[in-house]
């Protein structure tokens, strides 16, 4: 109890001031900074299916490492999920530390957003809401990611969209996801002052415009990529762990 009043107060019970709040947000930065990166990367992979099926499953079986095993290991991309979640659910605790802790508390900072016109402030209060979001809808996707990882593709992907009514949970978490983690690397930016120049004034404007820029082109890709397994789920009548059989000779170009 003593380490948690530490962690959230910053004065230990001997009245001394603590360095751990301070570690605390580090390591909330870190975590935060590599789960924005991994979504990138995410959003780069599934999107892949704009390229093509032959092109999204070639790209599946490069995770599950067809290239050293013969048909790939599935097994491999829930090692990954696995590193994934632990990470998600350390920065869900460390952020928690910064949510209100009764609706009063609420109240107050949304009357003083209010006030303030702030928008560093209105964009904090989009980060503690999206957080809390995903800390329920991110973690059913992980655990489906986790415990399905053969279920990836072009066919099986479309299917869990359409037909197992996916596409509602990817709405929510693409909409909390790419905003929660381009607000997050901009505000990491500013408190940490990675860019920091002779102007603050003006890097605080060009970090914001970057914000907007990543933020307008993940949800569009995103949006585009959902809409493309949808299509794929509608256009095929596909059977429950069909697996979608590429073209041999679109593949062996692809490895080329």
Not at 98 to 103: L, N
């Amino acid at each position: 109890m003593e380490n948690v009043i530490e962690a959230f107060t910053g004065v230990t019970p001997q009245g001394k001031k603590s360095r751990t709040p301070a570690k605390l947000d580090v390591m909330l930065t870190a975590s935060g900074v590599i789960l924005a990166l991994f979504m990138i990367g995410h959003m780069l992979f599934v999107s892949t299916i704009l390229l093509g099926k032959d092109v999204m499953y070639t790209v599946t079986k490069m995770f599950e490492l067809e290239f050293l095993f013969e048909g790939g290991i599935p097994a491999v991309v829930s090692v990954i999920v696995f590193a994934i979640t632990v990470i998600f659910i350390v920065h869900a605790i460390l952020g928690a530390r910064k949510f209100p802790t009764s609706y009063r508390a609420y109240i107050r900072i949304r009357e003083h957003s209010k006030m303030m016109h702030h928008k560093d402030t209105s964009m904090w209060m989009f980060q503690w809401i999206s957080g809390l979001i995903m800390m329920f809808a991110g973690l059913v996707h992980l655990f489906i990611m986790f415990t399905q990882p053969q279920n990836i593709g072009p066919f099986a992907s479309a299917y869990r969209v359409v037909e197992n009514h996916m596409w509602l949970l990817y709405v929510v978490l693409l909409i909390c996801v790419e905003i929660h983690g381009s607000v997050g690397l901009y505000r990491a930016a500013m408190k940490w002052g990675w860019f920091d120049g002779e102007n603050p004034k003006q890097t605080r404007a060009n970090l914001m415009k970057m914000k907007k820029i990543l933020s307008y082109v993940f949800m569009t890709l995103g949006v585009v990529t959902l809409a493309a397994y949808i299509k794929i789920g509608l256009d095929h009548n596909i059977a429950p762990g069909e697996k979608y059989q590429p073209n041999t000779n679109t593949i062996e170009i692809l490895k080329d």
